[in-house]
Nanobody, 118 residues
Framework: QVQLVESGGGLVQPGGSLRLSCAAS????????MGWYRQAPGKQRELAAR???????KYADSVKGRFTISRDNAKNTVYLQMNSLKPEDTAVYYC????????????WGKGTLVTVSS
């Protein structure tokens, strides 16, 4: 059974940095796309950034220039470096892995809370 496990969340002051990690276990395949979504209190889940095995990385406009997504395909791990954090970045961050083929399949982690506050 495939599991995605996030780590690295926590409390940080505005202007600070955090690095999120997400490791896939139980997987015998590489995800075609891995990404980070976030859900703030009272809001819908939204894409923060996603990175395909090959192709163009996509960022939400709200995080461009501040967040950097990267992945280690050999380890089936994805990272999100978050700099210049703002209070509006406060959310639960979810790791996503997408495997194409036969209709495609999404896998989700349980989420890690990021709180940006002074």
């Amino acid at each position: 059974q495939v599991q995605l496990v996030e780590s690295g969340g926590g409390l940080v002051q505005p202007g600070g940095s955090l690095r999120l990690s997400c490791a896939a276990s139980g997987s015998v395949f590489s995800f075609d796309v891995m990404g980070w979504y976030r859900q703030a209190p009272g809001k819908q889940r939204e894409l923060a950034a996603r990175i395909p095995s090959f192709g163009i990385i996509k960022y939400a406009d709200s995080v461009k220039g501040r967040f950097t997504i990267s992945r280690d395909n050999a380890k089936n791990t994805v990272y999100l470096q978050m700099n210049s954090l703002k209070p509006e970045d406060t959310a639960v961050y979810y790791c996503n892995g997408y495997k194409a083929g036969s209709g495609g399949m999404d896998y989700w982690g349980k989420g890690t809370l990021v709180t940006v506050s002074s």
